[in-house]
């Protein structure tokens, strides 16, 4: 009974450590009210959910129509538009946001892959170091040792010899079975053995195994197998016969491959790599936020080069109304009507070049902000509400805080910090890999053997007082007692050591990966560079373009002074409408400058938060809205909300 106790807690231990943490009642750890954000790392929970594992999981549906903001926006034929709802439109809406955000729950895909001792498959952006794939893990139990069959249990012979336990197994537990049923008729040239000049079997066998791969790379298995076989023959001591054997075993490697790193390798590099993917994400949304943010200003001042061309036609046929009748009285020559007509058509001209601009702008920006363009979308014009920014002293930081800033925010600079720490794993493993391959392994085994027996003089099928020639009934329960009772045991114990003589091959893996190492390191101290030259050239775009628009201001105010005192000298006769045409140009051009300049600055904004890698931040968004898709907070850009220059 002690032996039968004995077999149910091994098989109760086993089954309980090969679940592991996390893998025994696991939880769907999905937020309410989003499904995107479940995390895929990990698989369907197996216990209490036992066909979980072995069907397809379903993820949330993509929807490619434009969000209910969108629609919400447009009424009376105009899509009035603010910078925040710009923002906000794009996470929900743009195409380009929508693919790079799939690279999140893919990464975590990889995640539960390596988790099961398999390599990680990778994505665009984060490196899989070709090191790592030296020895890889995941090869399944299809190579494994399961401790053997119970082979022609019964025979005339024992068993015995040589003893090599290979490394079994993945990280995920692994129940085989397998059961078989054979007849065969067989002639024989003699007999002394069988009695008979044929021999027929009827054979049935089952094996089942479980195998399993740990951390640190000790790999066990236990097996139970079971024949049971009836034959013609007349000599053997059980007809039927039920043969039985179950098997423990273990290896473990000692130098090469031993440890929680060199096995843990593909799982540590697919979590690195899922912080990646979120960088990845982020740098797609940083690069979408600032083309919708420079779109949003360039529309902002295409809208306003459109007012300024409408205003300056209205002037233009003004002034060509009261040339035109002071010609009519005699007041005014011939040539200064055809001077103040040729301002008047370049003025139309002007105002449709503006109006194709600012559609054409309008188009690009509905691209931005929408999965598609609707007819409703397509016959909407675009209002931008938010004016182009004025300067403000807080908008030029201090340098040194910016370059600090960058350097821990922005989401290329984290891919290459993450690759560089994926290099060094494979380094690692390469360098234990130097080593030889050295393993102990142990086997304990128990066999039963139980079958229908004839009590004759020779064979008293361990019974006493039973008369000669009965037939004493046994079979399967009989020969798995035997087993668990461990009557015919076997203890098998040994070591292998395989030494490469040059180690060619594992050297020049090693080498590879620290020269590949180093080739990050270079390329990470690159990408600190060019960040540092982005925010040099932000910082001087800021400068430049504050002293441009405070340029621009002074233009548009002398000008405007110009063309009022032009007038007032037509008024005296002490001008001409030539010289009033002169003027009103200067003042359209200057006016034409100074929304150009409050666009650069806009855009040099933008050039700043983008360099310095907080994009997000600065617009008052989180990295949650915009990885699921939906705004729960409405952006806050934090541009100055004050008068619009161009609107002077």
């Given at each position: ?49 036992f066909t979980a594992p072995y069907r397809q999981q379903a993820i949330p549906p993509i929807s490619l ?47 539960l892959r390596s988790s099961s001792g398999s390599a990680a498959r990778g994505f665009s952006g984060a ?522």
């Open positions: 009974m002690r032996g039968k106790h004995w077999l149910r807690g091994l098989l109760s231990g086993l089954l309980l450590f090969g679940l592991g943490p996390g893998q025994l009642g696991a939880q769907d750890q999905t937020p309410q009210g989003n499904a995107f954000l479940k995390d895929y790392s990990k698989g369907p929970s197996w216990f209490g959910h129509e434009n969000s209910p903001r969108l629609k919400d926006l447009i009424r009376d034929g105009k899509l009035q538009i603010s910078m925040a709802d710009a923002l906000a439109l794009a996470i929900e809406d743009n195409l380009e946001i929508a693919v790079e955000r799939q690279v999140v729950p893919m990464s975590q895909t990889d995640v490196t899989i170091p070709l090191g790592l794939s030296a020895g890889a893990l995941g090869t399944g139990v299809s190579t494994a040792v399961t401790g053997g069959g119970v082979g022609n249990a019964g025979g005339i012979s024992g068993g015995g010899g040589a003893v090599n336990i290979a490394p079994v197994g993945t990280f995920d537990p692994t129940i085989n079975y397998a059961f078989s049923w054979d007849r065969t008729t067989s002639p024989l040239n003699s007999l002394v053995v069988a009695g008979v000049p044929s021999v027929t079997t009827y054979s049935a066998s089952y094996s089942g195994s479980y195998t399993q791969l740990l951390p640190t790379g000790t790999s066990y298995f236990v097996s139970l197998n079971g024949l049971r076989s009836s034959s013609t023959q007349q000599s053997l001591l059980f007809n039927p016969d039920v043969a039985t054997r179950l098997s423990v075993g273990f290896n473990q490697p000692l130098l090469s491959g031993f440890g929680r790193k060199p096995n843990l390798r593909f799982l540590l590099v697919a979590k690195n790599n899922e912080n990646v993917s979120g960088a990845i994400f982020r740098t797609q949304l940083q690069a979408t936020m600032q083309q919708v943010e420079n779109a949003y200003w360039d529309m902002a001042q295409f809208q306003q080069n459109v007012k300024v061309a409408q205003d300056a036609l209205t002037a233009a046929q003004r002034l060509y109304e009261n040339s035109k009748r002071q010609a009519e009285v005699g007041a005014l020559a011939p040539l200064d009507v055809v001077s103040a007509q040729s301002a008047m058509a370049a003025a139309e001209r002007d105002l449709v070049v503006a109006k194709t601009n600012f559609e054409i702008q309008g188009i690009t920006l509905k691209n931005l902000l929408s999965k598609r363009i609707d007819p409703e979308l397509e016959a909407a014009e675009i209002v931008t509400t938010d004016p182009l920014p004025e300067p403000r002293d807080s908008d030029i930081p201090a340098l040194q805080d910016v370059l600090t800033e960058a350097l821990r925010s922005r989401p290329d600079l984290q891919v290459a910090q993450m690759n560089l720490l994926n290099e060094q794993i494979s380094t690692q493993y390469t360098t234990n890999n130097l080593l030889p391959t050295g393993n102990v392994f142990g086997e304990y085994a128990a066999s039963g053997l139980q079958g229908n027996c004839v009590v004759t003089a020779r064979a008293t099928c361990n019974t006493t007082g039973v008369p000669l020639g009965t037939v004493v009934p046994a079979g399967t329960s009989a020969s798995l007692n035997q087993t668990i009772d461990a009557k015919f045991p076997e203890e098998a114990v040994g070591f292998s050591l395989t030494l490469p003589i040059k180690n060619r091959s594992a050297q020049a893996d090693n080498l590879r990966a620290q020269f590949e190492t180093q080739q990050t390191q270079i390329n990470l101290q690159a990408l600190q560079n060019q960040a540092e030259i982005a925010i040099r050239q932000a910082m001087i775009g800021l400068v430049q373009g504050k002293a441009q628009i405070q340029a621009a201001h002074e233009a548009v105010l002398l000008a405007q002074q110009s063309m009022d005192a032009e007038q007032k000298k037509l008024q005296v006769g002490a001008s001409t409408f030539y010289n009033v045409v002169l003027r009103q140009r200067d003042l359209t051009t200057a006016q034409y400058a100074e929304i150009q300049a409050g666009d650069a600055y806009a855009k040099a904004l933008v050039a700043m938060d983008q360099a310095r890698g907080t994009m997000l931040e600065r617009n008052g968004m989180t990295f949650e809205d915009a990885l699921s898709g939906t705004i729960n907070k409405i952006p806050a850009p934090p541009f100055n909300k004050g008068s619009n220059p161009g609107g002077r």
